[in-house]
């Protein structure tokens, strides 16, 4: 049997996410290869913490509802429904690509980046590119000269003035010769 780790107790306080804990628990159950029904749903119940709303809430479900995993999910999802993410719109994604800058104290410098080391224009590089997806102006030519236009010196040096696509003008940023930019700077 494979280990896993095991899922923190459920509380069911507001500042929990019942979405995470409920994976985690489906996770354990993948991961230990679990697949009797009632032995699914008493370690559940083991991952409530007891006396709090959470086992208020296990205590009073029905033996309808204690027969499956399945139906143990249902009223669990029911109790505490999924937190709707506040996803970034488009035109938050435009402002932020608009609002991206580069401290010009930081050009040439190396960071650490998730545990990698990279040089610093290359990670604006990175957020950059991401951003263009993401705001859904990979075909829209005019923020291209926008965000040139607020581009570090050293960095608009080293790019053309208007280039013809993102992909170019990406690129350019990327393959900005790290040498020169550390000269400049």
């Keep these: 049997m494979a280990t896993a780790p095991m899922p923190t107790l459920f509380n069911g306080n507001e500042n929990e996410n019942p979405q995470n804990f409920l ?3 489906e996770r354990y159950i993948q991961v230990t290869r679990i697949t009797d029904e009632v032995t699914k ?27 499956s995993w ?6 669990f999802q029911v109790q505490w429904p999924a937190i709707v993410v506040a996803a970034k719109s488009t035109l938050d994604y435009q402002k932020e690509l608009l609002t991206l800058r580069l401290k010009e104290d ?22 950059l590119q991401k951003l263009v997806q993401d705001a859904g102006v990979a075909n829209a030519l005019v923020f291209i000269h926008q965000v040139h ?6 960095i608009q040096d080293l790019t053309s003035p208007a280039p013809a696509t993102w992909t ?18």
Excluded: P
């Design 168 to 185: 170019v003008f990406l690129d350019e940023i990327k393959d900005a010769n790290i040498d020169v930019i550390q000269d400049k700077a």
């Design 106 to 127: 930081d050009v040439g410098e190396r960071i650490t980046v998730a545990g990698v080391s990279t040089w610093l224009h290359l990670h604006y590089h990175g957020h």
């Design 23 to 25: 994976c985690e628990v």
């Design 41 to 67: 749903v008493t370690l559940f119940g083991m991952f409530i913490s007891a006396g709090l709303q959470a086992d208020i809430w296990w205590n009073a479900l029905t033996v309808a509802q204690l027969t």
């Design 149 to 154: 236009e607020v581009l570090l010196r050293i």
């Design 70 to 75: 399945t139906t143990i999910k249902v009223a």
